[in-house]
C-alpha cells in the first residue's frame, strides 16, 4: 500500500463548477499539508499548505485535513480554464526530512 | 519567491552516455532537492543536494549513478551515468529558503530526458 494515495483522473468539469480534489494517506504521524499545481511541462509549484487538521482558504482555493479519517482536499470554486493542470497533495511529519507526493489528478475545465 | 531554471529542458541520448543537468536559483536557499517524475507518477526523491559535502542518497539511488554537486548556495548538478532507457524520465531540481521548510520548496521547469 502506497503512503499516500491519490486518484489519477483525468477529471473533467465545467467552467464554474466546484471542484473536489482528494487524498487519502496511511501514515499518521504526517502534519504537514501541501497541495502543489503542475502545469504541463512545467515543475510544480506550491499553492496550499496546512499544518495538522482543519481548513485554509486562499481566493477560490479551500484546503481541509481531515486527520481521524486520514484524508485531506482541496476545493476549488468557480473552477476556470486556467485551473486546468495536474494536482499533486504531498504530507509530511515533522521530523522527515523528505516530502511524500500522491501521483496526481488531472483536472480539466472545460469553457 | 524563488525562480529555478534548468539545462538542458530536454536531451535524447545514447545508452551507455552520460547527462549532467544543471539548477540554477536565483536566490540563495538552505536545502536543495533533486527528483525524478515519471509521466503520470509521483515525484520521487533522488537526493539532497548539500552544499560542499556529498549528497544525501534515497534508497534505490546510489552516488555512482547519480553524482550529485553544490559548491555554492545557488547552484546544483545532477549527473545521469552510464544511462539506460529506464533512465528515462523527467529529472527536477527544487530548493527551500532560508528557513530550510521543506514544504515550501520551489521546483525548476524539469529536464525531460529520453534514452535510446
Known amino acids: 500500500q502506497k503512503e499516500v494515495e491519490q486518484d489519477p483522473g483525468p477529471l473533467s468539469v465545467p467552467e464554474g463548477a466546484i471542484v473536489s480534489l482528494n487524498c487519502t494517506y496511511s501514515?499518521?504521524?504526517?502534519?504537514?499539508f501541501m497541495w502543489y499545481r503542475q502545469y504541463s511541462r512545467k515543475g510544480p509549484e506550491l499553492l496550499m499548505y496546512?499544518?495538522?487538521?482543519g481548513n485554509k482558504e486562499d481566493g477560490r482555493f479551500t484546503a481541509q485535513v481531515d486527520k481521524s479519517s486520514k484524508y485531506i482536499s482541496l476545493f476549488i470554486r468557480d473552477s476556470q480554464p486556467s485551473d486546468s493542470a495536474t494536482y499533486l497533495c504531498?504530507?509530511?511529519?515533522?521530523?522527515?526530512?523528505?516530502?511524500?507526493f500522491g501521483s496526481g489528478t488531472r483536472l480539466s475545465i472545460r469553457p | 519567491s524563488a525562480v529555478i531554471s534548468q539545462k538542458p529542458s530536454r536531451d535524447i541520448c545514447q545508452r551507455g552516455t552520460s547527462l549532467t543537468i544543471q539548477c540554477q536559483v536565483d536566490?540563495?536557499?538552505?536545502?536543495m532537492f533533486w527528483y525524478r517524475q515519471q509521466p503520470g507518477q509521483s515525484l520521487t526523491l533522488i537526493a539532497t543536494?548539500?552544499?560542499?559535502?556529498?549528497?544525501?542518497?534515497e534508497s534505490g539511488f546510489v552516488i555512482d549513478k547519480f553524482p550529485i554537486s553544490r559548491p555554492n548556495l545557488t547552484f546544483s548538478t545532477l549527473t545521469v551515468s552510464n544511462m539506460s532507457p529506464e533512465d528515462s524520465s523527467i529529472y527536477l531540481c527544487?530548493?527551500?529558503?532560508?528557513?530550510?521548510?521543506?514544504?515550501?520548496?520551489?521546483f525548476g521547469p524539469g529536464t525531460r530526458l529520453l534514452v535510446l
Open positions: 504531498a504530507m509530511r511529519d515533522s521530523s522527515a526530512s523528505k516530502i511524500i
Open positions: 543536494a548539500n552544499q560542499g559535502s556529498e549528497a544525501t542518497y
Open positions: 501514515n499518521s504521524a504526517f502534519q504537514y
Open positions: 496546512t499544518y495538522s487538521s
Open positions: 527544487s530548493g527551500a529558503p532560508g528557513t530550510g521548510l521543506r514544504e515550501t520548496q520551489y
Open positions: 536566490s540563495q536557499v538552505t536545502m
